[in-house]
């Protein structure tokens, strides 16, 4: 579903790469969090993904496609595959919930039909239903975040990239956005998630990819925030080094 085939970043002319010579895959349905300190190049990885950026070498397929052989009149349609929620929201003000999302698919030219009934459909989908019609400054964070998800997936991409979208959110709240995403993916969307949120992470027990300065220095399945190597817990039952490995 995403290959990065030794992809390396560079922004501008020379300087440090964001990404740095690197080979991954994510596969369909796959839910995958990318990890790593500020500036360990996860929001370029997404930025490449959607092509909002281009590879300085190597090659990136998305979809099957390499998106930098992609003429600049079909990455429209790139994007329609791939729903993307931001840390801060991004909704417009002056719209409505169900404005917000009913402006996704107006923007793809749907019809009022489809748009009457998908909205709703995914609005339930993301514990919305009842908050049609207020506008998002009289919602809390976690809801305009609903709002946000709801209007990425609502036009069914394969994909939804989600770069921080806890980082605004108290804990508990997160647990309900991470909820929805869980279901967004069981129901057969690849979900790449960008961030630093530790508790999330260890609560949902998928693949964990972390960067360090454009590379990949850990690449676990069922994995948690922080590598096993770290002392900090070694007050589980399984020594650190075989955990990474079970991860494998
Ligand atoms: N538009 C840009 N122009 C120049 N350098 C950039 C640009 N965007 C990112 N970088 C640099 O690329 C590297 C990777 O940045 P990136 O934003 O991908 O990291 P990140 O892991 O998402 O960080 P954070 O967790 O803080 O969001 C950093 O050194 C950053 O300074």
New binding site residues.
Partial sequence: MIRFQDVT?I??RK??P??DHLNVEIDRGEFAF?V????????????LVMRE?RASSGEVHVVGQNVAKIPSWRVPALRRSIGVVFQDFRLLPNKTVYQNVAFAMQVLGKSRALIKTQVPEVLETVGLQGKEKRLPGELSGGEQQRVAIARAVVNRPSILLA??PTGNLDPSTSVGIMSILDRINQNGTTVVM?T?DHDVVDQMRRRVIE?HE?TIIRDEHRGEYTTGMIPVIADRNVPPAERIEEGQ
């Fill in positions: 970043k922004y501008g300087g440090k964001a990404l990318l790593g300190a500020s500036g360990s190049g996860k929001s370029t990885f997404i930025r950026e770069d921080e960008a630093h960067l454009g």
